[in-house]
């Protein structure tokens, strides 16, 4: 039984230290969410995850961290300053301001949909699409909004001195092509070979909101994966998102809420032929099916737009170079066939904060206790607990059974993230456990002292065990182990 809705989420985030509202003290500020003890440790989890499958388990594909404000000219030529806007409508009748390509009766449907004349406005005017706050038809027309933040680079510069301009990257991609040419000369690499990086972004987004879901800033799991020109580019889209429903599935989320979907050629992206997105079900709660899904991911086949754009050599009609600021020519030599050319680009880009969301809604169930109470337990996957073993003593008031359970703390924490609790009666250790995740509980008892053993608990069956402290490391790294392992060599 996953969480019934966000809303369920977003309180027990707050109660237990996974998120919370950012800038509170202030009043807040719209959309924007702070990680708290638990939080930082589930995000560090599903980046590990991330990085273990790709940058360890595999061996076609090497790390970067770029950085986050690049040379205001890759925004030119990635074509992100001409076209990386969504497009924004004002209600007449309630005011709101919102991204009209989200709104009911936007896109055509049916035998409408692939239209190649698609006229929003004509759309806007005719009363088909519906105000997401009032409902009312009486909009205006669409207009165009650039997502990228500005900043000013530099003591002296002048707030509009467009020398001066710089953006805070939309996307981490950028940074992947703009280093094509250092890792594959650095690393030896030969085609097929990935790059991937794991970092913050930033969108101006008109409608941020539903938690972390959409904010305006957020992190992504990137990896780009450059093949030769003449790949099967379209079945590989598909081995990505075979691969990627792997790995959630991997991290806990159950199949049934993750669905495809082929975004249609008119809603593409400036740099793709093709794109599949997963999505996951995080509005469970809506009566109609398809409004339940929104996206988690996205895998893009990105041609060789990004590494032409930032060359040097391509030329137009005329004769004249396309990119006449590159100094470089990010085109790879193939030894065997004599070739060069730009590798081609297949993109799975993945959000750090929507996993997360999705593996917590996924992870939320309810139990009763004998007593008839209702307790909530997260079935979060050993590899994201953001604690894999609560250390609690039985009687607090017993400096030998404290000190047995703070040294068995200590002896844990090099193979495992192990906290000690003595903040309340046992019942309530294990219910704050239960509803944080935690795999397992280890208690401390008088009895302990007599036969040097401790009481194992189950987070998930509640069951209890009696095992040896000499014997507790590797009988919890054993259980912890079985980490559901996504298949890393499908392809
Ligand atoms: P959407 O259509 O929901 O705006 P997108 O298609 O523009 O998303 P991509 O550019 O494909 O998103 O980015 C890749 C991934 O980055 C998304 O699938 C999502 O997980 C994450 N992401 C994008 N925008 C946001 C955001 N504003 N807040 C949180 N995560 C985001």
Redesign the pocket.
């Known amino acids: 039984m996953p969480a019934p809705n966000i809303d369920t989420i977003v309180s027990l985030a707050k109660r237990r230290g996974f998120v919370f509202p950012s800038s509170e003290v202030y009043g807040g500020l719209g959309s924007a969410w702070d990680y708290g003890p638990l939080g930082v440790e589930l995000c560090n989890n599903v980046k590990q995850s991330w990085w273990r499958w790709l940058v360890y388990e595999r061996d076609d594909i090497e790390g970067i961290d770029s950085s986050i404000i690049l040379n205001r000219l890759v925004w030119k030529y990635s074509g992100h300053e001409a076209t990386f806007h969504?497009p924004l409508v004002d209600c007449r009748e309630c005011k709101s301001r919102m991204r009209a390509d989200?709104l009911e009766g936007y896109f055509p449907e049916g035998a409408e949909s692939g239209s190649p004349s698609f006229d929003a406005n004509a759309r806007l005017r005719r009363g088909l699409v519906k105000c997401a706050q009032c409902g009312s038809t009486n909009l205006t027309d669409e207009r165009y909004f650039n997502m990228m933040f500005r900043t000013t680079l530099g003591a002296a510069a002048d707030e509009d001195d467009p020398a001066a301009l710089a953006y805070l990257r939309?996307?981490t991609a950028q940074g992947i092509f703009i280093n094509f040419l250092n890792v594959q000369t650095t690393m030896r690499r030969k085609i097929p070979f990935g790059i991937a990086q794991v970092g913050k972004?930033f969108?101006n987004?008109i409608t941020?909101g539903n938690f972390?879901?959409?904010?305006?800033?957020?992190?992504?799991m990137?990896m780009e994966y450059f093949v030769k020109p003449d790949a099967e580019h379209l079945k590989l889209v598909d081995e990505w998102v075979a691969l990627y429903l792997e790995w959630f599935k991997g991290l806990g989320i159950d199949a049934e809420n993750l669905t495809l979907h082929e975004?249609p050629e008119n809603e593409l992206?400036h740099y793709s032929k093709r794109?599949v997105?997963?999505m996951y079900r995080y509005f469970p709660e809506r009566p109609e099916e398809e409004r339940q899904w929104?996206?988690?991911?996205?895998i893009?086949y990105r041609t060789d737009f990004d590494l032409r754009s930032h060359s040097s050599k391509p030329t137009d009609a005329e004769g004249n170079r396309v990119n006449p600021d590159s100094t470089e020519d990010l085109s790879y030599f193939d030894d065997l066939a004599k070739q060069r050319f730009y590798p081609h680009v297949i993109e799975p880009?993945?959000?750090?904060?929507?996993?997360v969301l999705a593996v917590l809604m996924d992870a939320y169930s309810e139990k009763t206790n004998d007593k008839g109470e209702t307790r909530v337990i997260l079935k979060l996957s050993p590899q994201l607990a953001p604690i894999k073993a609560a250390i609690l003593p039985l009687a607090k008031n017993k400096p030998e059974i404290v000190g047995m359970a703070k040294a068995i703390k200590r002896s844990l924490q090099p193979v495992l993230r192990a906290v000690y609790d003595d903040t309340g009666g046992i019942g309530k250790l294990y219910a704050r456990q239960d509803e944080i995740g935690t795999p397992f509980c280890v208690t401390v008892d008088h009895q302990s002292l007599e036969d040097e053993a401790v009481t194992v608990r189950d987070r998930d069956t509640w069951e209890q065990e009696r095992i040896k402290v000499s014997d507790l490391a590797e009988h919890l790294q054993k259980r912890l182990k079985p980490y559901p392992n996504p298949a890393a060599e499908l392809m």
């Open positions: 969504d989200k939309p996307e972004s969108r987004e941020p972390i879901l959409r904010t305006r800033e957020f992190e992504q990137e975004v992206a794109t997105d997963i929104e996206e988690l991911m996205g893009a880009a993945a959000g750090v904060n929507r996993t």
